[in-house]
């Protein structure tokens, strides 16, 4: 123990602070650590190791006297060389008569307190041996605390254990420390849909991921389909693969143009691939099917406006549906607004002096024979202008996945009004069954279905990954 250098009140040597007035204390003197070290009941391992070679050499048992009988302070038994037991609690005024030869049996209480432990390996009362003059036991030098009372002056009093002082200054138990936990792994969130409820990214990660595969399986499929399915039926079965077989030179390129690009979006689809070189292959099979057959008949100088209008397709649905996913992306509406200026200007320049625009509405107005060519020709300008809502500011998607859609599945709504207005939808059924499945690949001036989907979800996956 030591003095505050304010206060003056009793300190632990370590205590850099004082707990009573808060003093900041001199440093206790550096002392080894291997030689005063204590353990948590006060002892150092040299004095154990003192005490247990002075009880080697004096084996004759240390005076002891015991404590005043709780009961009644007052009695207190004559000191006794050998050792003493204490009163019995319940009648303090009784004590059991002494045994010769310095030995009196403990109390219970004693006898349990005396047992051997996982420390000491000895433990109750020693054997009964002749009575010895007692011999003074030296402590350590250095005392820890008082002897409590009760205990002879020249016994041995155990030492105090000292109390903790925490490196730090003070006084108190400090808590274990506590390991700091390592951050969590950042998990990028999926992609939440515009049907979900919850407020939609911006920058999506791959939306067609799923989507392209489903597409180019399923339209693949009916592109086979309606490729094996009998042209004509009556006088003789004709089919598709008879163009191959039996055509001379050109002849043949349509029919395996559309056989090879229903078979290869299959195949595509099927092979393990990222999305970026599926979406790519997808768009290249879809052009290839629109552009080569027209190419190979040479006649895209005299039929100008079916040229423009498949131009058109490019961009118009590819970008309907990246503006439906991306919904702050400009590129988008710059594709669509491309796309529905290539579809209008057909339309709007004149041919032959005259404009087809102002044609079409005077044949609404007269409302004479070949009104199916009218219908379909306003309402594909129509369709092509409301396109132009992709301009709306986001999150709103501007119904821009419809309006690809509309326009994917147009040619199908132009191919059933006209055999509808001609009025044998029955007798080709019967006799031409492959020529209602012409939507499929399409004609000259035509889109077809399948190569719509092709050119806008495989181009649309392509602009994507380059927006992420």
């Known amino acids: ?14 205590a850099l602070h004082c707990v009573f007035c808060g003093a900041k204390q001199a440093p206790a003197p550096a002392v080894p650590a291997s030689s005063v070290a204590k353990t948590a009941f006060g002892y150092s391992a040299n004095e154990v190791m003192q005490q247990l070679g002075q009880q080697g050499q004096q084996p004759q048992q240390p005076s002891y006297q015991p404590p005043p009988a709780r009961g009644n302070p007052g009695s207190q038994p004559p000191p006794v060389g050998g050792y003493q037991p204490p009163p019995a609690r319940g009648n303090p005024g009784s004590q059991p008569p002494p045994v010769a030869g310095g030995y ?45 009372p009760g205990y002879g002056g020249g016994g041995y009093s155990p030492p105090a254990p000292a109390p903790y002082s925490p490196p ?4 108190g138990i400090p808590s274990p420390q506590q390991p700091t936990p390592a951050p969590l792994p950042t998990v990028q969130q999926p ?3 515009a049907n979900t409820g919850v407020a939609r990214s911006s920058r999506p990660i791959e939306p067609w991921k799923d989507a392209l595969k489903l597409m180019m399986f399923v339209w693949g499929g009916v592109g086979l389909v309606a490729f094996v ?20 030179g050109k002849q043949k390129i349509p029919a395996l143009v559309w056989a090879g690009v229903a078979l290869l979006s ?51 649905v590819p970008g309907l549906l990246v503006r439906h996913e991306y919904t702050e992306s400009l590129l988008a509406r710059v594709l669509v607004t ?9 339309y709007l320049v004149p041919e032959g002096g005259q404009i087809p625009l102002v044609l079409l509405i005077k044949a609404l107005i007269e409302a004479g024979s070949g009104m199916e060519i009218v219908i379909i020709g306003l309402a594909h300008i129509v369709l092509a202008v409301l396109c132009l809502l992709v301009w709306m500011p986001g999150p709103a998607t501007a119904g821009a996945k419809i309006f690809a859609w509309a326009v994917i599945l147009f040619p199908v709504a132009q191919f059933l009004l006209l055999v509808l207005a001609r009025g044998d ?6 006799k031409a069954p492959g020529t209602l499945l012409i939507w499929v690949v399409g004609v000259p001036g035509m889109v077809g279905v399948l190569y719509s989907v092709l050119i806008g979800y495989g181009g649309a996956t392509v602009i994507g990954k380059q927006l992420e």
């Open 266 to 316: 299959i195949v595509f689809a099927a092979i393990p691939m990222m999305s970026l070189p599926r979406g790519a292959l997808a768009a290249v099979l879809g052009i290839a099917g629109i552009f080569v057959p027209v190419v190979v008949a040479g006649d895209i100088g005299d039929h100008w406006q079916i040229l423009i209008q498949m131009i058109g397709t490019l961009f118009l």
């Open 168 to 171: 730090g200054g003070g006084m």
């Open 1 to 14: 123990m030591k003095k505050c250098a304010s206060c003056s009140k009793d300190l632990p040597e370590a």
């Open 104 to 148: 009196q049996p403990p109390s219970p209480q004693h006898a349990a307190a005396n047992a051997a432990t996982m420390f000491v390996p000895g433990g109750g009362p020693p054997a009964q041996q002749p009575y010895s003059p007692p011999q003074q036991y030296n402590p350590p030098q250095q005392q820890y605390g008082n002897p409590s």
């Open 338 to 346: 491309i796309g529905v200026v290539c579809t209008l200007l057909p």
């Open 191 to 193: 992609y939440l849909g």
């Open 229 to 248: 399915t009998p042209v004509l039926t009556d006088p003789a079965m004709v089919f598709n693969w008879d163009a191959i077989i039996d055509g001379e």
């Open 425 to 430: 939808i029955g007798e080709m059924i019967s």
